[in-house]
């Protein structure tokens, strides 16, 4: 295991989808209902909001110790997001399902509207969120932030799954506008298995999205031999494009169809330069160290006609030569990602039938020697670990909890 928990556990335009795989479409607000899953960066390291609340991690702990279900809610919870985190949380052994709210379905039976949510909840207003231990909000950028300051403030941890926390505040601004709390910027950034210390102490935790977990986790083992460029081609199922209906995501506009979208603009541009900018050990083969602000990236997302997964297609050129063989580099990602329950390196390229419905990422790297690149592919559940599975990983780890426990 790279981290222990024990060492602290009509023709698509990029408007029409500039977010698809982002958490502005995470949401639950009147105008893009259920529009979607947070599927959405920030460097990984801890701003303001990642200062502890002793009174309400101690809450947490001690119940959790006692035997008593952690109560969790979920605000936005009509959307792919939140309803299927609803869903995990109703199975989850240690938690209790205590509120899931919806601005525009408020007082309407939870079941009602989802029949798979066996529950006897109703949707409540953001407002009428009463207390909980932890809370997922799965609303789009920009008005997840305040709902996400008045929770901290009321003492209760937070794992956001928008786009808010993801980014320092000047990176924010040129990619979202002005946050309205930058000194809570960035939050500790929830890719679980690459900064699981910072999530076990954290009170706010920004959930990865989809697009930057698959590409990250299948990039950040090759940081230690530096990474000088790196081209991402990744594919996305439609739900990636969230739940609100739209002419670019119809049956007949997706169907039989594959289009590349968000060319140079896609939002997860920024969060996954930040994963990847860092010091590095390598020097260039061309001559230059490789730089700490990270490797000249390239990402090109793409729209396919399923409806969930994700594959990630990674070229890069190393700072190293001469340059690994594949039997070396898969021996370095399997030690890398030794004993992580969630991530498996595979002998031939992954399959999206073996990861759909899981929490797992499943990864396969290889060396084209003609090129002299690294070939690396990841393949994920957008709605599962480049979403709800993750958010779920997190509050496991932040409250103490097995980490598969819900996943599995």
Known sequence: MHQTASDTTETLTAADLHDAGDATLATDVDATEGAGFALGAAAPGQGAAAATSTGSRGQAAGATAAGVAVKAAVVGGSGYTGALLAELLLRHPHAELAAISSESLAGTPVHAHAPRLRTGLSFCSVAELGAADVAFVCTPHGEAAPVVKRLLDDGVRVIDLSADFRLDAATYGEWYGEHPFPELTPAVYGLTELHRDEVAAADLVANPGCYPTA????????????????????????????KAPKASTHFCSVDSDLVAYGVGTHRHQPEIAAGLAGEVAA????????????PSLTFVPHLVPLQRGITATMYARLGTFPLPDAAALTALYREFYAGEPFVEVCDAPPQLKDVTGTNSCRIHVTVDERSGRVIVISAIDNLMKGASGQALQNMNVMLGLPETAGLL
């Open 283 to 294: 020097v260039s083969a061309f001559g230059a160290d490789a730089a700490a602000a990270g």
């Open 215 to 242: 590409t990250l986790l299948g990039l950040t083992p090759l940081k230690a031999l530096g990474l000088v460029d790196v081209v991402v081609d990744a594919k996305s199922g439609v739900s990636g494009a969230g």
